[in-house]
């Protein structure tokens, strides 16, 4: 609550009779060149100005922003609300409930542990792809769902009664960031503040990296960890440095045959390209209004690929239109767009901006385009796929079975041709398929030699009788997913319309592929229907098989037995295609190694030709009835048509019907036993929620912060390392330390679920840290997976976590070593979380992605950087090293070292020394490290408050 206004800028707006308290920025000198993200966070300075933690310094220092310089003065940004999925959200709930019971025990009143800000939580991330291709696969999936995971939710349950301001939406009922632009985002925010009605712009931060959809909408925010998302919500600020901002400039229209998929793979590329990291970008100029707001949604809901902080379009006529079709009320829409007006945050091109760097985009040079095999930012022109796929696969397979031309010596193979109509060979993987015309090809002894790619196909008998040959490059997984898409009904009507096509072509989708839909909204579901498309999307294999994030992030549930059992044993680099946001290694299926996004269309055109081996300019995709050849070109949907469906097809009865009972749930969520009580009553049989241990043995006042002597490496890692390498995420075997934890505690196999889902549980999660199937720890040569030296045993080699065990029974703390943009990828919590519970004290590394960077400094881990210039491998370090560090003591005195020293002392004596830069940003960071955390730093402060 705002206690001072230094410069007057409280006043009130009237909007259609009703009166608001606003702070007006024209109050502000150089407010007007302000770019609109950067007004809202003016507002918010302006609304919590204190003297203290906001002073008038600060607020001028903004307003007076200089757009050229580097960032250098915090800032302290207080979201209007917070927003969560479940994977992330319960153990913030878990921590809360723990938080409870340790401010009684610190002598305080466990009823001040209660969200402050507004808190919602959207339960989509549990639902996976067990059944698929069938009418009921839906109502199998949801069973399945409660099956493995009603303990969670009745947890869940319990917090949405047992806290204030916090709300759930069940299972079943869409995906977060598709349901926060179609309902829960309201662009200006409206409370009651000591009896006056205050308007502000929403904010809004998120425990998931794609918050930034928002962005899309006006609303400013983007992905934090759950720990800081718990901060928030329990009132603190986040510390933050006034960052540069990027303007995008977009002109042109996009050309017929391009998608806003390929829009922002392209944005993507170029992004990350100029390097964006921890800046915010905004987009600008004519062009803006000719971008949708679907369009403008999936473009922020890419920020994190960019890898900026967020991705911003401002408020202007198509966000109200926006808004009306999704059935806002008209009061909110009329607020909305007086307020933008009032206060100079409505767009307007003619007004100049002050922009840090520029990029321009002509869209109607936007070209259809997939990325992979594993980076989003990794953008393959679709005409260049098939040459591109043949290049990547050798990095997936032995080349000793490549042979000079197509892999097959023109021998015809009438199973494989069967399989792989239409298809040259698999362009991503060493699977090899059959020649366009489901011919066999005579090889010609004078050709010049095709470009090789290991060939290997395998026949595969399936119970139900389907026979064919999966080969390198098999597409084993088609998932129209992610609301990065499934927001978009121009793409997903597209996607319909090209099934529609290929149907009355006489297509039909390949026998190894496992299809599905998951939309991200009920409301896709009605116009699906009301179109007609979805019977056309049923018939080439996609049902629609939860209503949840699924194969985006790694629920694509198993492939059929046959398939995996085939994929393993001859070692097959099999591919997935998804309209998701993220493909990185072993994130999709154990069992594929190449992934690639693609839009709805080009997800469905995917599934037709069967394998990523496939040139769609000149393969076929098969045969009408006549036997004459179709091509991608003669099914690919007209965008006026398109269009048109969408104008007929969608409205916004659709949305405020679906929409008005979102918190209901089905009869699978009303039956749920839902505990009371102000603490929760935990189950020490749990192995799905534990108590947290971050308090245990916690004083009221911290303990000083130490240097760090004889540590040893964890593990030593390469380049983009992303918080899927580090973080606990989907499913797990048996012989893991997290599989043999939960036998040991009564679980079956079949009962494990994944590691997301047992989120609040930290046993299981501290077990699967560093444990991604792809990691590779340079302490071990040719190895793959969570394994490392345990130095204690003479260097052998162990799981992870059993050697952190080890060494933390010694006393020995560790140290990860790290190369460029560690940490990247989504806001994962328990990736630094699992960090800190292994016993890692600090993470050296050449460079960090902002999310994860402040997530070790929320968990008490240090971040340092090498010195410029120099990495491990110019240093001369191997990670058999043992290391200290001294210098860090200087937080005791209020001070924050801009490096610490670093020795490295080698197994023959010799020392390497160097100073480590300290990523230790801001003052407000300080105080959560010195605190051993932000979670204790947050209790001691609203216990002596």
Same mark, same amino acid.
Request: charged letters at 25%; proline letters at 6%.
């Given at each position: 609550?705002?206690?001072?206004?230094?410069?007057?800028?409280?006043?009130?707006?009237?909007?259609?009779?009703?009166?608001?308290?606003?702070?007006?920025?024209?109050?502000?000198?150089?407010?007007?060149?302000?770019?609109?993200?950067?007004?809202?966070?003016?507002?918010?300075?302006?609304?919590?100005?204190?003297?203290?933690?906001?002073?008038?310094?600060?607020?001028?220092?903004?307003?007076?922003?200089?757009?050229?310089?580097?960032?250098?003065?915090?800032?302290?940004?207080?979201?209007?609300?917070?927003?969560?999925?479940?994977?992330?959200?319960?153990?913030?709930?878990?921590?809360?409930?723990?938080?409870?019971?340790?401010?009684?025990?610190?002598?305080?009143?466990?009823?001040?542990?209660?969200?402050?800000?507004?808190?919602?939580?959207?339960?989509?991330?549990?639902?996976?792809?067990?059944?698929?291709?069938?009418?009921?696969?839906?109502?199998?999936?949801?069973?399945?769902?409660?099956?493995?995971?009603?303990?969670?939710?009745?947890?869940?349950?319990?917090?949405?009664?047992?806290?204030?301001?916090?709300?759930?939406?069940?299972?079943?009922?869409?995906?977060?960031?598709?349901?926060?632009?179609?309902?829960?985002?309201?662009?200006?925010?409206?409370?009651?503040?000591?009896?006056?009605?205050?308007?502000?712009?929403?904010?809004?931060?998120?425990?998931?990296?794609?918050?930034?959809?928002?962005?899309?909408?006006?609303?400013?925010?983007?992905?934090?960890?759950?720990?800081?998302?718990?901060?928030?919500?329990?009132?603190?600020?986040?510390?933050?440095?006034?960052?540069?901002?990027?303007?995008?400039?977009?002109?042109?229209?996009?050309?017929?045959?391009?998608?806003?998929?390929?829009?922002?793979?392209?944005?993507?590329?170029?992004?990350?390209?100029?390097?964006?990291?921890?800046?915010?970008?905004?987009?600008?100029?004519?062009?803006?209004?000719?971008?949708?707001?679907?369009?403008?949604?999936?473009?922020?809901?890419?920020?994190?690929?960019?890898?900026?902080?967020?991705?911003?379009?401002?408020?202007?006529?198509?966000?109200?239109?926006?808004?009306?079709?999704?059935?806002?009320?008209?009061?909110?829409?009329?607020?909305?767009?007086?307020?933008?007006?009032?206060?100079?945050?409505?767009?307007?091109?003619?007004?100049?901006?002050?922009?840090?760097?520029?990029?321009?985009?002509?869209?109607?040079?936007?070209?259809?385009?997939?990325?992979?095999?594993?980076?989003?930012?990794?953008?393959?022109?679709?005409?260049?796929?098939?040459?591109?796929?043949?290049?990547?696969?050798?990095?997936?397979?032995?080349?000793?079975?490549?042979?000079?031309?197509?892999?097959?010596?023109?021998?015809?193979?009438?199973?494989?041709?069967?399989?792989?109509?239409?298809?040259?060979?698999?362009?991503?993987?060493?699977?090899?398929?059959?020649?366009?015309?489901?011919?066999?090809?005579?090889?010609?002894?004078?050709?010049?030699?095709?470009?090789?790619?290991?060939?290997?196909?395998?026949?595969?008998?399936?119970?139900?009788?389907?026979?064919?040959?999966?080969?390198?490059?098999?597409?084993?997984?088609?998932?129209?997913?992610?609301?990065?898409?499934?927001?978009?009904?121009?793409?997903?009507?597209?996607?319909?319309?090209?099934?529609?096509?290929?149907?009355?072509?006489?297509?039909?989708?390949?026998?190894?592929?496992?299809?599905?839909?998951?939309?991200?909204?009920?409301?896709?579901?009605?116009?699906?229907?009301?179109?007609?498309?979805?019977?056309?999307?049923?018939?080439?294999?996609?049902?629609?098989?939860?209503?949840?994030?699924?194969?985006?992030?790694?629920?694509?549930?198993?492939?059929?037995?046959?398939?995996?059992?085939?994929?393993?044993?001859?070692?097959?680099?099999?591919?997935?295609?998804?309209?998701?946001?993220?493909?990185?290694?072993?994130?999709?299926?154990?069992?594929?190694?190449?992934?690639?996004?693609?839009?709805?269309?080009?997800?469905?055109?995917?599934?037709?030709?069967?394998?990523?081996?496939?040139?769609?300019?000149?393969?076929?995709?098969?045969?009408?009835?006549?036997?004459?050849?179709?091509?991608?070109?003669?099914?690919?949907?007209?965008?006026?048509?398109?269009?048109?469906?969408?104008?007929?097809?969608?409205?916004?009865?659709?949305?405020?019907?679906?929409?008005?009972?979102?918190?209901?749930?089905?009869?699978?969520?009303?039956?749920?036993?839902?505990?009371?009580?102000?603490?929760?009553?935990?189950?020490?049989?749990?192995?799905?929620?534990?108590?947290?241990?971050?308090?245990?043995?916690?004083?009221?006042?911290?303990?000083?912060?130490?240097?760090?002597?004889?540590?040893?490496?964890?593990?030593?890692?390469?380049?983009?390392?992303?918080?899927?390498?580090?973080?606990?995420?989907?499913?797990?075997?048996?012989?893991?330390?997290?599989?043999?934890?939960?036998?040991?505690?009564?679980?079956?196999?079949?009962?494990?679920?994944?590691?997301?889902?047992?989120?609040?549980?930290?046993?299981?999660?501290?077990?699967?840290?560093?444990?991604?199937?792809?990691?590779?720890?340079?302490?071990?040569?040719?190895?793959?997976?969570?394994?490392?030296?345990?130095? &204690? /045993?003479?260097?052998?080699? +162990?799981?992870?976590? *059993? %050697?952190? $065990?080890?060494?933390?029974?010694? #006393?020995?703390?560790?140290?990860?070593?790290?190369?460029?943009?560690?940490?990247?990828?989504?806001?994962?919590?328990?990736?630094?979380?699992?960090?800190?519970?292994?016993?890692?004290?600090?993470?050296?590394?050449?460079?960090?992605?902002?999310?994860?960077?402040?997530?070790?400094?929320?968990?008490?881990?240090?971040?340092?950087?090498?010195?410029?210039?120099?990495?491990?491998?110019?240093?001369?370090?191997?990670?058999?090293?043992?290391?200290?560090?001294?210098?860090?003591?200087?937080?005791?005195?209020?001070?924050?070292?801009?490096?610490?020293?670093?020795?490295? &002392? /080698?197994?023959?004596?010799? +020392?390497?020394?160097? *100073? %480590?830069? $300290?990523?230790?940003?801001?003052? #407000?960071?300080?105080?959560?490290?010195?605190?051993?955390?932000?979670?204790?730093?947050?209790?001691?402060?609203?216990?002596?408050?």
């Amino acid at each position: 609550m705002s206690t001072v206004d230094s410069f007057g800028s409280k006043g009130v707006l009237n909007v259609a009779g009703a009166d608001y308290e606003i702070f007006r920025l024209n109050t502000v000198e150089g407010y007007e060149s302000l770019p609109y993200s950067l007004k809202v966070l003016l507002e918010n300075l302006l609304r919590t100005e204190d003297g203290a933690n906001v002073t008038a310094e600060h607020i001028k220092a903004l307003g007076s922003w200089d757009e050229n310089a580097q960032p250098d003065t915090e800032i302290q940004f207080t979201p209007g609300r917070v927003l969560m999925q479940d994977f992330t959200g319960v153990p913030c709930v878990v921590d809360l409930a723990t938080m409870r019971e340790a401010v009684t025990e610190l002598g305080g009143d466990p009823s001040k542990i209660n969200p402050l800000a507004p808190a919602e939580m959207v339960i989509d991330h549990s639902v996976q792809i067990d059944s698929f291709g069938n009418s009921d696969a839906i109502e199998r999936n949801m069973d399945i769902e409660y099956q493995r995971n009603g303990e969670r939710y009745k947890f869940l349950r319990w917090g949405q009664t047992a806290f204030d301001d916090f709300k759930v939406v069940p299972p079943g009922m869409g995906i977060v960031h598709q349901v926060n632009i179609e309902s829960l985002a309201q662009v200006v925010m409206t409370r009651e503040v000591e009896g006056t009605l205050r308007a502000y712009p929403d904010t809004c931060v998120g425990t998931d990296s794609h918050t930034t959809m928002e962005n899309g909408l006006g609303v400013l925010g983007w992905g934090v960890g759950g720990i800081e998302a718990e901060a928030a919500m329990l009132g603190q600020p986040i510390s933050m440095l006034i960052p540069r901002v990027v303007g995008f400039k977009l002109s042109g229209e996009i050309p017929a045959g391009a998608t806003a998929t390929d829009v922002v793979l392209t944005i993507t590329q170029m992004l990350r390209q100029h390097g964006v990291v921890g800046k915010f970008v905004e987009f600008y100029g004519e062009g803006v209004a000719e971008v949708p707001l679907a369009n403008r949604a999936t473009i922020g809901n890419m920020s994190p690929e960019f890898g900026s902080t967020a991705a911003m379009f401002p408020i202007d006529q198509v966000t109200i239109d926006y808004l009306r079709l999704t059935g806002r009320t008209e009061e909110q829409i009329a607020l909305v767009e007086a307020y933008a007006k009032e206060q100079g945050m409505w767009h307007d091109p003619a007004r100049q901006l002050r922009f840090s760097e520029q990029l321009e985009l002509d869209l109607s040079t936007v070209v259809p385009s997939i990325s992979g095999p594993k980076r989003p930012q990794d953008r393959i022109e679709l005409t260049d796929a098939k040459e591109q796929f043949r290049k990547d696969i050798h990095n997936y397979v032995e080349d000793d079975t490549a042979a000079a031309t197509d892999g097959f010596n023109g021998k015809a193979d009438e199973a494989s041709a069967e399989s792989f109509p239409g298809s040259d060979s698999p362009s991503h993987s060493p699977n090899e398929s059959q020649d366009p015309a489901d011919k066999p090809r005579p090889m010609d002894p004078n050709a010049e030699p095709a470009v090789g790619r290991p060939s290997k196909p395998v026949p595969v008998t399936m119970p139900d009788g389907r026979e064919f040959h999966l080969d390198h490059g098999a597409v084993s997984i088609a998932s129209i997913t992610s609301c990065t898409n499934t927001s978009n009904p121009n793409v997903m009507l597209a996607a319909g319309v090209l099934a529609r096509n290929a149907v009355e072509k006489g297509l039909v989708q390949k026998p190894w592929v496992k299809t599905s839909i998951a939309p991200g909204s009920k409301v896709v579901t009605d116009y699906y229907e009301k179109s007609g498309l979805i019977e056309y999307l049923e018939k080439i294999g996609f049902f629609v098989v939860g209503y949840g994030c699924t194969t985006c992030i790694g629920n694509s549930g198993p492939l059929e037995e046959e398939i995996s059992k085939t994929v393993q044993e001859q070692d097959l680099a099999v591919t997935s295609v998804l309209s998701g946001n993220r493909n990185f290694e072993g994130r999709i299926n154990p069992d594929v190694k190449m992934n690639y996004l693609a839009s709805p269309p080009l997800v469905v055109a995917y599934a037709l030709a069967g394998s990523m081996d496939f040139d769609f300019e000149n393969d076929p995709l098969g045969q009408d009835a006549e036997g004459n050849d179709v091509f991608l070109r003669d099914i690919w949907p007209d965008p006026i048509e398109v269009e048109k469906i969408i104008e007929e097809s969608i409205d916004t009865e659709m949305f405020t019907s679906k929409y008005s009972t979102i918190y209901d749930g089905d009869h699978r969520w009303q039956a749920l036993d839902t505990p009371e009580g102000a603490t929760f009553a935990w189950d020490e049989d749990s192995t799905y929620v534990r108590k947290a241990p971050y308090f245990e043995g916690m004083e009221l006042e911290p303990e000083p912060v130490q240097d760090i002597e004889g540590a040893r490496v964890l593990l030593k890692l390469g380049d983009s390392v992303t918080t899927d390498h580090i973080s606990p995420a989907g499913s797990f075997k048996s012989d893991t330390p997290a599989g043999r934890y939960l036998l040991e505690n009564g679980v079956e196999r079949k009962d494990f679920n994944s590691y997301g889902s047992r989120r609040g549980n930290h046993e299981v999660m501290i077990r699967g840290t560093f444990a991604n199937i792809r990691i590779k720890n340079q302490l071990l040569d040719g190895v793959e997976g969570g394994f490392t030296r345990d130095f &204690t /045993k003479d260097g052998e080699q +162990a799981y992870v976590y *059993d %050697a952190a $065990v080890n060494y933390q029974e010694a #006393g020995i703390p560790l140290v990860v070593l790290g190369g460029k943009e560690y940490g990247s990828g989504s806001s994962r919590d328990w990736a630094a979380k699992g960090t800190r519970l292994l016993g890692v004290r600090a993470v050296i590394a050449e460079s960090f992605e902002r999310i994860h960077r402040s997530n070790l400094i929320g968990m008490g881990v240090m971040p340092l950087q090498y010195p410029e210039g120099e990495t491990a491998e110019t240093l001369g370090l191997t990670g058999f090293e043992t290391f200290s560090i001294s210098g860090i003591t200087a937080l005791n005195e209020g001070e924050t070292p801009k490096t610490v020293k670093v020795t490295a &002392t /080698k197994e023959d004596g010799a +020392a390497v020394e160097f *100073d %480590a830069v $300290v990523r230790i940003d801001t003052p #407000g960071e300080a105080n959560y490290y010195r605190n051993g955390g932000i979670l204790q730093y947050v209790l001691r402060s609203l216990v002596k408050a």
